[in-house]
């Protein structure tokens, strides 16, 4: 019963309850408006919630029941890369040493932190093939919008002030153009080709004078490979532009390939996928920056240096694009994201992506008699599958998502990439057992005989949620964004 | 899927009706069938100059935000202000409700767009 109670805690409050008593004043009280001048003042006192401290706790511990994460269950949502978060990094991040420090602490106080920075730079350069990083950036878009930063700076620096164009093929991340756009340049799409791939012809045309770079995520977004990356990287350099590299699908190549090997000269990594460390709302995340060697006077300043005996922050860079956020960015999450890279090793960090993109193939190889598969070949760390067998039914990919509810498993990614029709874009990641790949397997297997044999049972769909199928359109319509009184 | 005769139609799934030298543009019932329930649109600036193929506004649904094109060149000269109010008006009748109209001087571009019948057929490869 408690886990259906919808109240919200304005309904369950009561005039005059509260959770808390407070002693008698003990100095003079002095009216309000003697202190603050009347116009600041409200005119009435604010609407807040009177509850006891049992409701009280009872209402939050109820909600914080509802969140469904990594640690309740599967989660394969699809470009997001939901592994597990190893407590252990959890363990280290709280280390006084690096919790307990405050930015402005004088360098000879914080060269531990210092050189877990320097280190971390040094570890994620080996795994992509870059010169240097900054962990600045707050996230992956964040780092997006830094690396086209210094696409432009490098272009300007050399007094071509010309290039104004970012190529994005149409399988692209929706952040990469938003990114492109933000950073001032104009977006060129560019169409796959029948194999999911960068179409080369197109690319050709689309390459010009103004073009100052290329966005490709590798592998892309439909989980393949883009094995034409050479001559992608030639066609591009040869034209005066650089190429960025979208580090959201790292977790496919992690010591089998560098993007830096593959010609690419900016990159971000998201190490709240890739490097374990907590996603969406249990972030924040961390969206380090890597270049080869070319740009690093671009960075944003200050980087960490080391000199051999002592780390410090190096602030005097002229041609840097200057700071991207305060101080090193999400530093404890860097923390998090070096243990994690210590835990698993050079070997063990194949291993990840070795068995990301086994568990990924294997639920493909499971599925695809009953879900079209519309790239129909071996896939990388994500499987693009397509509704259309069971749109016939009426049974779209959003219902689909919404039945999986009821399984108990969160839904994978829909409608993305834009172009595959129906997209259920599936992640399983590393860290999931057989077992949990082969209850998911059964539960798609189920609810594609449900999409045959009574559709309306999955239109319907979920039933066993604490709230049914909500009204996107009318959320996204006309949102109501905070509680408002009956009487108002 | 609902298509009209004495349209003009683009590959991007966008419609014109030629009135003098005025060009109504709107999306067709494929593309917002497609697209799925519409919640936002974002209309061009009035007095903005179009060529083909330039985004002339946004339609962005549960599913995804996409791009129209204006499938004419032209200046913007009106813009269905009613869709910023009740953007589903796309999904009630994306023919009667236009996004905007454009006064044009050069239609030869009509040439290169399909007719109705020539539309549906390329919709249904599209399938």
């Given amino acids: 019963m408690i886990q259906k109670e919808k109240a919200l805690i304005f309904e369950i409050s009561r005039p005059g309850r509260f959770a808390c008593s407070l002693p008698e004043c003990d100095v003079p009280q002095k009216d309000l408006s003697e202190l603050i001048p009347g116009e600041l003042l409200r005119d009435s006192p604010p609407d807040l919630p009177e509850v006891s401290e049992v409701d009280l706790v009872r209402h939050y511990t109820r909600l914080s029941q509802r969140n469904y994460g990594v640690d309740a269950g599967f989660y394969p949502l699809g470009s997001c890369t939901m592994k597990y978060n190893p407590k252990v990094n959890e363990d280290m991040a709280c280390l006084s040493g690096f919790a307990n420090v405050h930015p402005y602490q004088d360098e000879k106080a914080v060269q531990g932190c210092l050189e877990l920075l320097w280190k971390t730079d040094r570890l994620l350069s080996e795994i992509t093939g870059m010169e240097r990083f900054t962990f600045q950036p707050a996230a992956g878009a964040h780092g997006e919008m830094t690396g086209l930063m210094i696409i432009k700076a490098w272009h300007e620096s050399r007094g071509d002030h010309a290039r104004t164009k970012i190529i994005i093929p149409d399988s692209a991340h929706g952040t990469n153009p938003a990114s492109a756009a933000i950073a001032g340049f104009n977006v060129v799409e560019v169409k796959s080709d029948e194999n999911g791939l960068v179409n080369l012809h197109e690319l050709e ?25 050479p001559e992608i990287a030639r066609m591009i350099h040869e034209a005066g532009g650089l190429l960025y590299y979208d580090g959201a699908n790292m977790n496919a190549i992690m010591g089998v390939s560098r993007p830096g090997d ?20 249990g972030g924040p995340g961390a969206g380090p920056v890597g270049v080869v060697k070319e740009l690093v006077p671009f960075l944003p300043a200050p980087t960490v240096e080391y000199d051999g005996q002592r780390y410090y922050a190096d602030y005097t860079r002229p041609l840097s694009i200057g700071r991207v956020r305060s101080f090193h960015g999400n530093f404890t999450v860097v923390v998090k994201a070096y243990a994690y890279i210590l835990t698993m090793g050079a070997k063990g960090l194949r291993q990840v992506s070795e068995t990301a993109v086994l568990n990924a193939n294997y639920v493909l190889a499971k599925l695809r008699d009953l879900y079209h598969l519309p790239y129909d070949r071996h896939c990388m760390h994500e499987v693009v599958f397509s509704a259309e067998n069971q749109k016939k039914q009426g049974v779209s990919a959003l219902d689909i998502a919404k039945r999986l509810l009821d399984y108990g498993f969160h839904p994978p990614t829909i409608y993305f990439p834009l172009i595959v029709k129906e997209a259920l874009m599936i992640e399983p990641t590393e860290t999931e057992s057989k077992e949990t790949l082969d209850s998911f397997i059964k539960a798609m297997e189920d609810i594609s005989g449900e999409a045959k044999q009574d559709p309306e049972l999955v239109k319907g769909a979920p039933y066993s949620t604490v709230v049914s199928r909500l009204d996107e359109a009318m959320a996204a319509r006309k949102p109501k964004v905070r509680y408002m009184p009956m009487s108002e | 899927m609902k298509v009209l005769d004495g349209l003009y139609y683009s590959k991007e799934h ?9 060009a109504y543009v709107g999306i067709t019932d494929y593309a917002q069938e497609s697209l799925g329930e519409i919640v936002f649109v974002e209309l061009p600036e009035i007095a903005s100059q179009l060529n083909v193929g330039d985004v002339l506004g946004v339609v962005e649904s549960v599913k995804a935000a996409s791009d129209v094109y204006s499938p004419i060149a032209g200046t913007v000269i009106e813009v269905n202000e009613a869709l910023d109010d009740d953007p589903a008006l796309l999904n009630e009748d994306p023919y009667v409700n236009w996004i905007a109209v454009l006064e044009f001087a050069d239609d030869s571009i009509l040439d290169e767009l399909m007719d109705a019948s020539g539309y549906e057929a390329y919709c249904s490869k599209e399938e």
């Fill in chain 1, 205 to 229: 045309k689309a390459i010009d004078g103004e073009t100052a770079g290329l966005m490709l995520t590798n592998p892309n977004t439909l989980g393949l490979f883009e094995k034409h990356i």
């Fill in chain 1, 262 to 281: 593959m010609g690419f000269d900016v990159i971000h990594l998201n190490l709240h996928k890739t490097f374990s460390t907590p996603h969406g709302g």
């Fill in chain 2, 14 to 22: 966008e419609w014109v009706k030629i009135t003098g030298n005025k």
